[in-house]
């Protein structure tokens, strides 16, 4: 079925074969060019040096005079091929993927061509716009160039109110009988428009005709009426700028059936030169004379006329032609040999295919190219004014401020674009352009089998609705799914309404009523532990469905293709099973449709998570275990302090005024503001990495005078990507500047006084002690009520700016955080940046599998040692403690170690979440499946997967018949049970084990309900914005010469349609099929390396005792008793601890009798270890505790203190390692979930 509807890739198909080159390539000479076509295809390249054709073995070549050759298939973009007696056309891209058409359906494509400025129009002293169609007409006919007749009529009869019905009239009455006198019938010569009764397979927004047809009407023109001059002035022109130099007609008068004249190859050659012709040739020919004889029906009339047998002007003999009866059928042959010419000059010649101005007056008839043209410029235009509205931010000094004139320029220029683009734009357009887009992307998707799909949800045009990107793998082209609204309690059905006298439905008491129930569920929920959360599915059954509609729209059916299928599936080969790729963020909603369809539909899908949202969710994640989730979500106030309020950005202008007033008093002797800079002046001069030796007054105030918060306003949400990062590494240097103006500001409105320049902790704490006294309420503990908290205590947005950055916990909390979680935001950016396309992609999943992903660990194993970040943490180095008595004075016993230590413990917890949470989402690459299989397409590495799989398949064989619920457990949720993992592990294992196979934020941000944008809008400023094409990837490009049917609202509504799949309807069922959340789901291939070690162990039975790994808790360094010198890191057990991945670690010796730990580099994939404890005896911990550089520097240093970097971070305590279950007990069963304990007791 495939094959009949999509050609097959040659590349991988050996019954195709290349079309001979004979009967494809023909070389001629058009004025001073050599052209060579392409027959099939209708491609040509022109050259001006002489050519000659030659041909070997069915390939085709070209010489030059100089000697040297080129094959012609290297200069046509398209190849032809054949199978089964079929022909096909293929087309290689720079990514190496082969587009492939029918032959058949690529010569159905259309291209309007705009031939301004050429040709003299009716009028005097002016020019024709005329518009040409190169298009093959399906049937032998032979034309391959059209022309809107439109221009072409005298203006005597172009005056009506409705051009096309006087055009449609008037060929119906006059036109088509006089073309069929003189020529053939009227098949194939004429494309009616739209909305034409006639019939015919082929449509046009305006009439078409062939050359054949317009020489016959210029013709006629030339010989009635009351232009003839000016029409045989028109016909002159015409043939000059399409027919001149030199060429040959044929007449062959053998050809007696009008509709096979377009055949004609080989005949009587007349020669035309510099446009004068001469028939005289044809009294030789005896074809012709008994062609002449029988169509007089008097053998003495077996010549031409005698005019006709002297050299004439071409129009003069054509025009002859047209007057004598009998000659017709001459004249037919001649007007075909001019059209064939007429094709080659259209071809070698660059016309332009939009209109230079946009000045159809006729609106009906609108030029679907002109309107192609006319979106491209609103959008533009629109872009334009949004890129321009968005830069309120004032220039720097080094950045040109353009003069008012040349705003007012740009500003009026982008207003007259805007106008006149809207003249033409209408709702029906954006809808017409959208349903042709919909039909060039189901020509290229057709017969498509493997496809991937990329999804996501917005709120651009105040609607929510999920976006869909779909490409074809055998090809490589994209396109943009229409969008599916969600139906959502915001959302009403499609065509309905809301009206006011709704507002009664729901009144207070009805809504306190249902506030009341839900309470009340919760609380039932809480007391009872036999009531169980039911989960209804319908937005997973939504996404679902949505998934499915959008699919059937490009591809002309839904997830039904992806299905299994027994008989069929068993002898095709990888590349031919049908296939679905999806690539989504891990939000439930698509995390929950991936499960069901994997485990319970069975569908032959593979599901990648997006890199970006991954890393995105590390940081969250990590963030959240860290417990630093109030003070990321605090910095939203100090990242945010220059925006609002609303538009006016009041506040800006305050600080900026401010910072004025207080570098003019600070001249004063004596005034409070010289007290505040001695308050700040030590954090100033940590931040600005001054000297401090070397510290004045004047430093500061040239520093404060240049910040950065004076130039920008900084960013509007810290919510998004890696805003807080952004934000905060342009303004960390800067902070206590900031903090200096706030309180200066706080000093004038009075709630900062005298007092609080001795000490900010009151600023801090008094306000929230005052207010939970008063409030007798517990302290607020989730972010978003301590910010409101904040915001009520105190007096404006400025006065909550002060007593964030006056808190130093806070601040060295989230300094802390941005060290800790920057290679993550690194690496998010590089994926931003530098993933653009197929190849890129490919090389990064790549690259994944086979553990380079690792570097980032490393990266963050490397924050305590970066001399950057321990300066902003508030760690202590060697030039801070140089010359300080107190530092030195009572060694590992003083307070100032117990402090650095305690805040480098801090950071290395944080750190190791992160590296915890990094390897939940790497060991999916490196030890999961199917995105394992990656690592098949690197050649150092595939003999180890491939091992890897016959391992695997062996232990999941013998997994299948264990006994008891564990194993079954495991076995429901394997992904090797899946369609896609079992095909492939299926196929290599039949092959040995020796093959494998190969291979709108911004949006939302701008339009997010500001108006409401219609479904159709929406859909296309996908692809207006070429996102597809900014990221690498080549997208569909609607043909605007496509007569394309409205589109029906329903398209973009999926609650009404019925799914491909019925089964799809269970998933809103009792479940039956296993679902993980995406952070639990790390224990998958966990539990497939796990299943794979102990089948290996000869083990499997002692599944049940694994729950001792939980006890393996993050910071551990331990080793097992078989392995003493083996020393491994230990960032937490995985979920539900089943297994935990242990990291290497290097045990060296700092000082004599000293011992340090740290991480070993480099970190690959073969170091990495998994640890399953049956036993608690079997490992044991070792001694080591996290120490900051001042104690390493005391621990090593003889007599002056050298505070080393790069040490560590772990330093030794005791040789003697202790049992896991005894060191676990010392420590109070820190980090132990309470089941595992139960279990131990």
């Not at 937490?1132 to 991480?1159: D, N, Q």
């Not at 911990?1181 to 996290?1186: E, F, K, Q, S, T």
Request: proline content about 4%.
């Amino acid at each position: 079925m495939a094959e009949e509807i999509r050609p097959p890739n040659p590349r991988h198909n050996s019954d195709c074969s290349e079309v001979d080159h004979e009967e494809l390539f023909e070389i001629s000479r058009v004025r001073n060019m050599y052209v060579l076509r392409n027959t099939k295809t209708n491609e040509v390249h022109a050259s001006p040096e002489r050519l000659k054709l030659h041909f070997r073995n069915g390939r085709a070549f070209m010489s030059k005079e100089d000697g040297s050759t080129l094959w012609c298939k290297q200069l046509m973009s398209w190849s032809v091929w054949k199978i089964a007696g079929r022909e096909f056309v293929c087309k290689e891209h720079d990514n190496d993927e082969v587009e492939r058409v029918w032959l058949c359906d690529f010569q159905k494509r259309k291209q309007v061509l705009y031939i301004n400025e050429v040709l003299p129009a009716w009028k005097e002293a002016s020019r024709m716009q005329a518009v040409a169609l190169q298009y093959i007409v399906p049937g032998a006919t032979g034309q391959q160039v059209f022309w809107a007749l439109e221009p072409w009529i005298p203006p005597t009869n172009a005056k009506p109110r409705d051009a096309v019905k006087f055009i449609q009239k008037k060929m119906k009455s006059s036109w088509a009988p006089l073309f069929t006198r003189h020529c053939c019938r009227l098949d194939g010569q004429i494309i009616w428009p739209e909305h034409s009764h006639n019939q015919g397979p082929d449509r046009m927004h305006v009439l078409f005709c062939s050359s054949v047809f317009l020489l016959i009407f210029l013709l006629n023109q030339c010989m009635k009426g009351d232009a003839q001059d000016r029409a045989r002035h028109i016909l002159k022109a015409f043939l000059k700028e399409f027919v001149g130099g030199r060429f040959n007609l044929l007449v062959d008068a053998a050809v007696a059936d009008a509709d096979k004249v377009s055949l004609i190859r080989s005949g009587v050659k007349v020669a035309v030169v510099d446009g004068r012709v001469d028939f005289s040739v044809l009294d030789d020919d005896e074809a012709t004379t008994a062609r002449l004889a029988e169509e007089t029906d008097n053998r003495r009339k077996q010549r031409l006329p005698a005019k006709l047998r002297e050299e004439l002007p071409l129009v003069d003999a054509l025009l002859e032609l047209h007057r004598v009866q009998h000659l017709h059928w001459l004249e037919h042959q001649v007007c075909q040999s001019l059209c064939n010419r007429i094709h080659l000059e259209m071809c070698v010649r660059g016309f332009p295919t939009e209109p230079a101005e946009l000045d159809f007056t006729d609106r009906r008839a609108k030029d679907p190219v002109a309107r192609a043209s006319c979106l491209k410029k609103a959008w533009a235009a629109k872009q334009a004014r949004a890129k321009k509205k968005k830069m309120n931010q004032q220039p720097t000094e080094s950045e040109p401020v353009d003069s008012v004139n040349v705003q007012r320029r740009r500003t009026r220029d982008l207003r007259m674009a805007s106008v006149a683009a809207k003249l033409w734009l209408s709702s029906k357009d954006k809808r017409k352009e959208r349903s042709q887009y919909l039909l060039s992307s189901r020509a290229h998707f057709k017969g498509s089998r493997r496809v991937a799909v990329a999804l996501d949800a917005t709120r651009a045009g105040g609607r929510k609705r999920s976006h869909y990107a779909a490409m074809c793998l055998d090809t490589g082209v994209a396109c943009w799914c229409p969008p599916q609204v969600h139906q959502d309690s915001e959302h009403r059905l499609p065509g309905e309404e809301a009206v006011a006298g709704e507002s009664h439905l729901l009144d207070k008491a009805a809504v306190a009523f249902i506030r009341a129930q839900g309470q009340r569920d919760k609380e039932l929920q809480k007391s009872n532990p036999l009531v169980k959360n039911t989960y209804n599915r319908l937005p997973s059954y939504g996404t679902l469905l949505s998934l499915d509609h959008a699919l059937h729209a490009v591809l002309g059916d839904g997830l039904k293709l992806f299905l299994p299928d027994a008989d069929q599936d068993k002898e095709r080969s990888l590349l031919e099973l049908p296939s679905l790729v999806v690539q989504a963020d891990q939000g439930p909603d698509v995390v929950a449709p991936m499960w069901f369809s994997l485990h319970h539909l069975q569908l032959r899908l593979v599901y990648i998570p997006d890199i970006r949202h991954q890393l995105v969710r590390v940081m969250a994640n990590s963030c959240k275990a860290a417990k630093l989730q109030a003070q990321v979500a605090l910095s939203d106030i100090l990242l945010t302090v220059m925006q609002g309020p609303w538009t006016d950005h009041k506040w800006f202008q305050v600080i900026r005024e401010e910072t004025e007033s207080y570098l003019k008093a600070a001249a004063l002797d004596g005034h409070p503001c010289n007290a505040l800079l001695r308050k700040l002046l030590p954090s100033i001069v940590r931040e600005q990495r001054l000297e401090r030796w070397d510290v004045d007054a004047e430093l500061v105030h040239q520093a404060l005078s240049g910040a950065c918060f004076l130039q920008k306003k900084g960013i509007n949400n810290s919510s998004r990507w890696d805003a807080f990062h952004s934000g905060f590494r342009e303004r960390k240097a800067e902070w206590s500047l900031l903090l200096l103006v706030l309180l200066t500001y706080g000093l004038k409105l009075g709630y900062v006084t005298n007092e609080t320049l001795n000490d900010l902790t009151p600023l801090v704490g008094a306000g929230k002690s005052a207010a939970a006294a008063e409030d007798d309420q517990p302290l607020l503990r989730t972010a978003k009520a301590e910010k409101a908290a904040l915001y009520t205590r105190c007096r404006n947005k400025l006065h909550v700016a002060t007593v964030c950055l006056a808190n130093g916990p806070l601040m060295q909390d989230l300094h802390l955080w941005f060290w800790a979680s920057s290679p993550v935001r690194g690496e998010l950016n590089r994926c931003r940046r530098d993933l653009k396309g197929r190849a890129d992609t490919c090389r990064h999943l790549q690259d994944l599998a086979i553990g380079e992903g690792l570097v980032l660990v490393s990266e963050l194993a490397g924050i305590c040692h970066n001399q950057e970040a321990l300066h902003d943490v508030g760690i202590l180095q060697q030039d801070e403690v140089v010359g300080i008595v107190r530092f030195a004075r009572d060694g590992l016993d003083s307070l100032e170690v117990r402090v650095q230590d305690e805040i480098m413990e801090k950071l290395v917890w944080t750190t190791l979440g992160l590296m915890h949470h990094m390897m939940f989402d790497l060991c999916h690459h490196m030890f999961g499946w199917p995105l394992r299989f990656a690592a098949l397409l690197d050649e150092n590495h595939k003999a180890t997967c491939l091992q890897e799989m016959k391992e695997t398949w062996e232990a999941w064989e013998a997994a299948q018949v264990m006994p008891g619920q564990s194993w079954k457990a495991l076995c429901k949720r394997n992904p090797l049970r899946t369609t896609f993992c079992k095909d492939v592990f299926v196929r290599v294992q039949r092959d040995g084990w020796t093959e494998a196979f190969s291979v709108l934020r911004q949006l939302e941000e701008k339009d997010n309900k500001r108006h409401r944008m219609s479904n159709s809008d929406v859909w296309a400023s996908a692809s207006e914005g070429r996102v597809l094409a900014r990221f690498g990837y080549r997208e569909v490009e609607s043909d605007p010469t496509v007569l394309a049917p409205d589109l029906p609202e329903g398209l973009f509504h999926t609650r009404s349609k019925s799914a491909s799949v019925p089964k799809i309807r269970e998933i809103t069922g009792r479940a039956t099929w296993p679902s993980m959340k995406p952070l639990d789901a790390a224990r998958i291939p966990a539990e497939v390396q796990s299943m794979q070690m102990m089948h290996k162990k000869k083990r499997m039975q002692d599944v049940s005792m694994t729950w001792r790994t939980s006890f393996l808790t993050r910071g551990m360094i331990v080793r097992h008793v078989s392995k003493k010198k083996e020393y491994k890191l230990c960032t937490g057990v995985w979920p539900h601890g089943a297994s935990t991945c242990l990291l290497p670690m290097e045990r060296y010796e700092l000082k004599k009798g000293i011992y340090g730990f740290r991480l070993q580099a480099p970190l690959s994939r073969d170091k990495l270890s998994w640890a399953q404890v049956y036993n608690f005896a079997d490992y044991e911990v070792i001694r080591a505790r996290v120490v900051s550089p001042l104690h390493f520097g005391h621990a090593t240093s003889r007599g002056l203190l050298n505070v080393p970097i790069g040490e560590g971070p772990w330093i030794e305590e005791d040789k003697a390692g202790v049992p896991v279950l005894e060191h676990c007990a010392r420590n109070g069963f820190f980090d132990i979930p309470a089941k595992f304990l139960e279990i131990l007791l």
